[in-house]
Structure formats: C-alpha cells, structure tokens
C-alpha cells in the first residue's frame, strides 16, 4: 500500500490581479494541504470570489501562478487541463443550476460528458448522489425552478460531487438560507468531506459556517491573506480588520455558542 | 512495485483451500481510473459474478469511490455476495447504494398509446388556455383603457412615447431599406412581362394597389413582429424572471397599465406610420426602376398614381397597419406573461410569439381582404 504523492490541495504562489488601474490582490501566498477545511474570509469587495474564479480557471491572474493538486492550471493541452479541471468540484453561489435541465438530468449531465458511463450506471450514481445530499428519489423529476433555496443548494452540492472530486470549493455555501437549513447543509458538507476525504475551501461570511466547518481560516484582506492559522489563534490576533470581522459586538454570540 | 500498476484497478482469480475460487480486486476504483477501463471490467466482473460460491476479497482495493462501487454492485445484482472480504469504509459505501435502492421508486412515464392521446389533450388544453389568457389580456386592457378615459391623470406617457420611439422611429432604417429594394424587384419583375404585351402604362396601377393596398402593410408587420413582437416577449419574460414584474405589484403599479398598455398604444399608433413610410419608399423603388427598365419619366409615374389608385386604398393600408400593430404588441405581451423562469420557456415562448404574430397578421389579412373586396378597385 503506499499513498499518492502528497503535494498540497491548492497552492497559491505570489499571486496579484489588476483590473484596469486597481489592483485587487498583490502577492497572495496559500497552501491548503489535502483533507483540509478551509474557510476563506474577508469583506465586501476585497477580492474573495476573484480568488476563487482563479482558483478555478475562469479567470487568469495578473500575476503569479496556481496549482491545484499539484499541477498547473494552464498549459499542457486540452486534454490534461480538462482532466485536472474534472478533479476538483464547485458549488456556485446562487447554485448555477441549467434550468432548462430536470434535477436529475443536472446531476447526470457531467457524468454524461465523460462518455464511458452508460444509463444504468449513470441512472444508479445519480440516485446515490442525490440520497447523499439527502434529497429523495421524486426530487429528481423537478425543475430547478420548482426547488426551494435550500434544495437548489443540495442540487449543486450533488452535481459537485458527481464526478467523485477530490477538491470541493464553495462560494458563500449558506447564503440565502434561513439559520435552521444552513445548520443542516453545513453539517451535510462536513459530513460528506470526511467521509469521501475531500479537501473544501470555502468562502464565506457566516460566523455559524465557519465556526462549524474550518479547521483553518484564511483571512483575505488589504490586498493579501493577512493570516491563515486555526480560528482560535486568528481570533486573538490583533488587528483593526480581524477585530472588525471577528469581534464586532453583534458577533460576539455566534462565537460564544 | 511501482506506481501505475497500483493505481490501475486489477482482478485476479486466485484459488481457494477449500477448492472453489476467489477474485481479489485490487488497484484504484475511482471514476478516474474506471474511464479508461470500463470496456474490460465489466464483462470481467459480469462474468465472476454469474458462477455462485465465488470468495470476493477487495482488501487491496486501494481507494474506491462511489463510481466503482456502483460498477461492483451492478456485477452484483444489486446486493453483497455472500463471501465479501471488503474495509470497513468501503462497505459504508455499498450501505449507502444499499439504502438508496430501497427508496421509494418513482414510477416511470409509461410509453403506451395513451400517451399520445395525452399529448393531443395537453395541447389542445394548452390551445384553450392560450386563448382565454388572450381574451383575459384583451378584457384587462379594455378595462385599463375605461380607467385612463376616467383619470387621464394616470396616463403612462413617457412608456408610450418611449416605446414609440423603441418600435417606432427605430425601425425606420430597416423598413426604409425592405420596402424600396422590395420596390426595386417588384417593378422590374413586373416591366419585364409588361413590355411584352406593350401596357407599360400599367405599371403604375400594379405598383400602385399592391404595395398600397397589400404589400406594405404585410411587410411591415412581418419586419415589426420579428423585430419589436419578439423584444416585448423577451423583456417582459426576463421582468418575469428576475421578478420585476412581482415588485411592481408590490408597489402598487398595474403591470397591464405600465408594460402592456404603452406598448400596445406605441404600436397601434406607430405601425400605420411606418406602413406610410415603407409604402412610399416602396413606390419610390418601383419608380426608379421603371424609369430605368420601361424609360417611364418621375412625373408621370407621381402623376397617374392618384388616377390609378382610389385614395379609399391608402385608407385601407394604414387600417391595416392599425389592425397588424395591436395584434402583433398583443401577441408578444400574451407570450412574454407566459415565461417560466427557465432558459428553455424564454426561447420557446419568444420563438411562438413571432411564428403566432406573422401568421395572425396574415389570416386577418386575408378577413380585411374579403371584408373590403368592393372598396378602391377602380
């Protein structure tokens, strides 16, 4: 038995973006090992989900280089940038559900495109995916349209998930849902990443998410990641930003609990 | 052992002490490796798990994922065999597929011939509340239409004068072009068969009625429905969308009064102009061409073609463009309330509002023509 070559999840190296005159991110330095829970913060504006759209591929940086799971992101051809790209899973904020797409044509879609399953593997995978985001089989027959805030996240999460990533990366994962279905797809998420051994990083503004998710919290802020330690050692740092996020007074609650 | 012949997933038959015989998997099982292998594993594992008393040790699977589970529960029939060597992990996966097969099935759509009778009732259903939503529309603008005659106040005039200028002045261009190069070919078909018999003079009265009359109302509802039908079904399908329409009526703001009546006002009083204009432009083709083909002086085609066409004709033309604008600002308005929130439903509902328009712009055609048969014929 020996385990694959370890290299890190993600790895973000002297990274610096410029729009027009304004530059968002200027020498960003982060390693998220394999099997972390990572949770990316910062305020408004400061650049979190450009970060992730290169940390996926949608956009090129100004600057500096990524690698996730130990390769490049761009280069060496069609075929192996789609093979890395089939490697790590996204949950987009508003979900990002084709509504012209049933729930379950939604999940079997990538699955479809690798073109080596065929529809009774397809039809059983995405079965399983869906009773994993604990939706159950009827859902499978809606549009997204019909489904609920909560549901049209559980969508996603499931055709996040179909192409067995081993990188998981959400934007803002409890946005819009009520404290109660947060709690619960926070507590799915955490579940799901043990149980397959992904690797999530997470972007996010809720204190609830964070607490419950992260084993480690980067903090994105004047333009570079001010700090990336565990929440308890952030917490105690001393800085305007951190304190502002962290400590603000209507916060203090959510920490304490 | 090096790296590639462990990650490839394996199976090897080994041989039982008691006598019968063991597959032991070995190797990733994950949808990654399973792609490039899928053709030979199957009818491999499909053929292991046909015989009984087969010893199945996957101790050695290395990494397995759903995707090669369900590849092994699909050789399975579906259910653990009943000599399993497997970790703990993995069978935490089979437990899953397991309790997924035992949810409540969800009866497929069944293929028999009530199907098709159900496809003929559903569109018909379909046909039946097209119409009555029509009529609704229709009623609800009737009903706007008394209200504003009681409290002129309410007027929606910058919507009107907007869309006026939207579907109106901004369709000048194309309209302008359309109709003198329809001119154009119309003239010089005709001058060609005319010269023949020698009744050059004639054509002035072919131009004259059948732009007037026909042509220039019909081309110009069918350039408006592609152009401003389609742009009302889309916008009022994405304020569908994205609900405007929905705050709208927070705020207390009649959806009918403030997007549909402006555009069917904008419309009804726009469309009669741009029949004038195209007509004009469509004549003034047909001129210059005549004049190059039959060597058929300016002023005497400008001359005869108020001798040639009863003014009653022009009255015709812009009732029609009249008629023409209303139906094709309804038609798109009745498609674009109709929109579900989906991709799909805009496509199809802006596609059949501009099919829909183009053909109730001819068949009223054809009414109008039966219905003013004796009118302007000389």
């Known amino acids: 038995m020996s385990a694959p070559p370890v290299s890190a999840a993600v790895s973000i190296l002297d990274l610096s973006t410029r729009f027009g005159d304004v530059w968002i991110h200027r020498h960003v330095n982060l390693e998220i090992s394999r099997g972390e829970m990572v949770a990316l913060v910062g305020g408004s504006g400061s650049g979190k989900t450009t970060l992730l759209r290169q940390m996926i591929g949608l956009l090129a940086p100004t600057e500096g280089d990524i690698r996730l799971l130990g390769e490049p992101l761009y280069g060496g051809g069609l075929e192996r940038e789609r093979a890395l790209r089939r490697r790590f899973g996204v949950l987009f904020q508003h979900g990002a559900l084709f509504s012209a797409f049933s729930v379950y044509d939604n999940i079997a879609f990538p699955l479809r495109e690798l073109r080596a399953l065929d529809a009774g593997d397809i039809h059983d995978l995405v079965m399983l995916k869906l009773a994993m985001v604990e939706l159950l089989p009827r859902h499978a027959r809606l549009m997204p349209a019909e489904l609920s805030g909560g549901m049209v996240k559980r969508v996603a999460l499931a055709r996040a998930l179909a192409l067995e990533p081993e990188l998981l990366l959400l934007d803002e994962p409890t946005a819009g849902l009520d404290p109660d279905r947060s709690g619960n797809f926070v507590r799915l998420i955490r579940v799901l990443g043990e149980e397959l051994g992904l690797t999530v990083v997470i972007i996010t503004h809720d204190l609830d998410t964070l607490t419950a998710l992260a084993s480690r919290v980067a903090v994105l802020a004047e333009q570079h990641i001010l700090a990336f330690d565990s929440l308890d050692k952030i917490t105690g740092m001393d800085h305007p930003f951190i304190h502002n996020f962290f400590l603000g007074g209507r916060r203090q609650h959510a920490l304490s609990t | ?378």
């Not at chain 2, 040790?57 to 699909?74: T, Y």
């Not at chain 2, 329809?182 to 072919?206: E, H, P, T, W």
Request: with cysteine.
């Open chain 2, 1 to 378: 052992m090096n790296m590639d012949t462990i990650s490839a997933p394996r199976i090897e038959v080994v041989a039982q002490d008691g006598g019968g015989y063991g597959v032991a998997l070995s190797g990733r099982w994950t949808l990654e490796m399973l792609t490039r292998q899928m053709t030979e594993l199957k009818p491999a594992l499909a053929g292991h798990a046909a015989l009984t008393n087969v010893a199945w040790n996957c101790l050695d699977i290395e990494a397995m994922d759903s995707a090669g589970a369900i590849l092994l529960w699909r050789a399975w029939r579906r259910k653990l065999p009943a000599m399993l060597q497997a970790r703990p992990e993995h069978l935490h996966i089979f437990e899953r597929i397991d309790s997924a097969d035992h949810q409540p099935a969800v009866s497929a759509i069944s293929n028999s011939p009530h199907r098709i009778i159900t496809a003929i009732g559903g569109s018909v259903l379909n046909l039946i509340h097209n119409l009555s939503d029509f009529i609704a529309l229709i009623g609800q603008l009737s009903l706007d239409a008394a209200y504003l005659l009681r409290r002129p106040r309410d007027m929606p005039w910058r919507e009107i004068t907007a869309n006026l200028y939207k579907s109106g002045v901004r369709a000048m261009p194309v309209t302008a072009l359309v109709g003198f190069l329809i001119g154009i070919v119309l003239s010089y078909l005709s001058a060609l068969q005319l010269k023949r018999f020698g009744a050059d003079i004639f054509i002035v009265n072919i131009l004259g009625l059948g732009i007037v009359r026909e042509l220039g109302p019909v081309l110009v509802a069918v350039l408006v429905a592609g152009r401003s039908g389609s742009a009302m079904t889309a916008q009022l399908g994405v304020m569908r969308v994205t609900e405007e329409i929905d705050a709208l009526a927070t705020m207390g703001v009649s959806q009918s009064l403030r997007l549909i009546f402006p555009k069917v006002v904008a419309l009804a009083l726009a469309m009669p102009l741009l029949v004038l204009w195209a007509t004009a432009m469509a004549l003034l083709g047909g001129m210059v061409a005549a004049q190059i083909q039959l060597d058929l002086a300016y002023g005497f085609f400008y001359e005869s073609l108020p001798r040639a066409v009863p003014v009653a004709n022009l009255w015709i033309g812009l009732l029609k463009g009249f008629v023409f604008g209303v139906l094709v600002a309804l038609v798109g308005c009745h498609f674009g309330l109709r929109v579900r929130p989906n991709t799909e439903s805009l496509s199809a509902n802006t596609t059949a509002s501009v099919v829909t328009a183009i053909t109730a712009v001819i068949l009223v055609d054809a009414i109008i023509a039966i219905a003013t048969r004796g009118l302007g014929l000389p």
